[in-house]
């Protein structure tokens, strides 16, 4: 009898391995769940059932729950055998391999850490996990740990429930939001509130089924003219709407936040509009239909599918004036966004599976989860993947303190600018220098753990542009960006007047196109924001300059071919490149040989270059790809020389870079935004001009190495529209 409840309990969970799994090793579950079932067998739980069904309702939450691959349920079945039975880690290693006996590990020692009781507070509980854990799926077998002990936490003694409940509460439903486990998060923080505040939670319960009815009757109210309304405007795609009531914990603490009991509440559920789409655009054609049938209330609007939070969670939420005049909150998003939204990391790896041109900016997971997706390879498989990558979260956040003592959680690779915009806005905006454990560091100096900070301030200190290219918090970055944004306004306004005095002076009348044509041939700045800028600053004489345009009007140049001022931008492009590097190295040292540079290659530095001795010139110096170099290699072999760029000590140099295609609307911010976004690249130059439908143009970035540019090359290559894009220089 009890053999043909295991045998079925076993086909249970294989067939939900392979309903909710891409591929399943059904030996491998099938030896896992005889080894933990043998393991276990003298072993029974407080509630007097088997200690066995707990490992496998852990396994079945892995697969039905958060279901993201068979080594995962395999390790679930295991995940007690070590710390609960006469078997040990390396009994697991030799029968199921390093990887399994890792995730094991990896859970035992977790549930070592909550046993002692030399930890106490929830930060700290966190730092411990986050030093202990490598694999990702350790915390999502601890997910599922949790969650199964909790929903039958009351057989414990009350003392220990207390002790799971707060636990949970303070560190794993925390952590499952982390993940976007939303549906398990609600799930832990409504167990949990049950055990820690048993009468609040009752009330809040009975309530919810008392106004059950009417809210069910209020939801069929709301829906039924927005079904009739998405219906007259031919509304696409299939979709779902339903309402739902908010848990118990987020309604506890609404009461606590606001001072109101829960029959002063009104938002006690949410309205779900669930799009059969992968399109963002239905989304807000739902939105459009929706807020065209019902008032919305601006301030409630969040536009999380353009701005996705940091777990990866997307979709438009809002605020209604439904009938009766009630509020009702409204959630809009597609079935993708609502599985990620629900099972976090494994409906991301459900979605990943399959796609070949791999975009890891589509789908925003939390920042450590992303960085790893960036730097896998586009050829590497989910299911080879995740068998190979590790996962150290302590490393991706560090822990620091004030002065004081307090801690400061931030991300990996903060500087001592976010640590001041972390404490409080006005100490970054006043931030002078900083202290490192008691010694004066640069402004650009990355964090560690355990750094005890003090930042220096001073009234007349300002932010500094170049801090936006090392700071990495959203905070500091959007507190510097704001300030330069009012200063640069305040510069644009100051310089705009002057140059304005300066040509009225001289009665000289210019709209901004003939302006901005007199700046490009007679300055080195490349448009009137950076011309007023370098008034503004003292850079540029504004009377001295109306002079020479002044001086140019009445005796005009002879045009210039098209083709002569294109290979003199780029002419000039190229000597700035080189000029940057100082020259170059002969037999690794550097000096100033005679040298020149092939007009056939153009190399730049970045370029694998050799030079040849000529006579005359000294030594002209080739790009080892060529033609030239190849022909002369087998002729005159000995006139070639090792030759070198000089070291920059990590400085950038610049690029310059052709670019053409179809012109549409937003083309350009596109092009400069997959630029800027990789990596910070930093855009020196960009000018476009359109023709028949038609773009070219040159842009000049700054580039740390090869590499880098090629990088750059083919994010610029898939934005839509662009059909060319090739360096300044090359032949095309």
Known sequence: MRDGLYKK????????????????DEDLIRRAYDFSLNAHKKDFRASGEPYFNHPYEVAMIVAKEIPLDDVSVAAALLHDVAEDTDYEIDDIRKEFGDTIADIVDGATKITDIFQSHEVTKAESFRKMLLSMVKDVRVMLIKFADRLHNMRTLEFLPEEKRGRIAKETLDIYAPFANRFGLAKLRWELEDLAFKYLHPQEYEEISKALKAKRVARENYIKKFIGPLVKKLKQENFGPPYEISGRPKHIYSIYNKM???????????????????????????????????????????????NYIAVPKANGYQSIHTTVIGPEGRMVEVQIRTRKMHEIAEKGIAAHWKYKEGVKDKNAEIESWVSLIRDIFEQASEETSPKQFIENFKLNLFQDEIYVFTPKGDLKILPKGSTPVDFAFEVHSNVGFHCIGAKVNGKIVPLNTELKSGDQVEIITSKTQKPSRDWEQFVITNKARNHIRRFLREELREKLQLGKESWEKAIKKRKLHINEDELNKHIQDLSVYKSLQDFYVAIADGEIDADGFAVRVEDRIKHPAPVENKESKKE??????????????????????????????AKCCNPIPGDKIIGVVTVGEGIKIHRKDCNNILNLSKKSEERLVDVSWPATDGMEFAVGLFISGDDRPGLLTDVTHAISTYQNTNIRAVNIEVH?????????????????????????????????????????
């Open 568 to 597: 003199n931008i780029i002419e000039k492009f190229i000597d700035t490149a080189r000029s940057l590097t100082g020259g170059i190295k002969l037999f690794g040292v550097k000096d100033n040989y005679l040298h020149s540079f």
């Open 256 to 302: 606590k936040a606001r001072e109101k009991s829960i029959d002063d509440l009104h938002d006690l559920f949410a309205v779900r509009i669930i799009i059969e789409s992968d399109s963002y655009f239905d989304c807000y054609q739902a939105y459009g239909i929706l807020s065209d049938l019902y008032t919305p209330i601006p301030e409630k609007f969040k």
């Open 692 to 732: 028949d439908m038609m773009f070219d143009g040159s842009i000049i970035i700054n580039v740390k190495n090869i590499e880098h540019l090629n990088r750059i090359i083919e994010k610029i290559k898939k934005v839509e529209g662009v059909k060319e894009v090739t360096r300044l220089g090359d032949k095309r």
């Open 9 to 24: 309990k076993l086909e249970d969970l294989l067939s939900n391995c392979r309903k909710n799994l891409k591929t399943v």
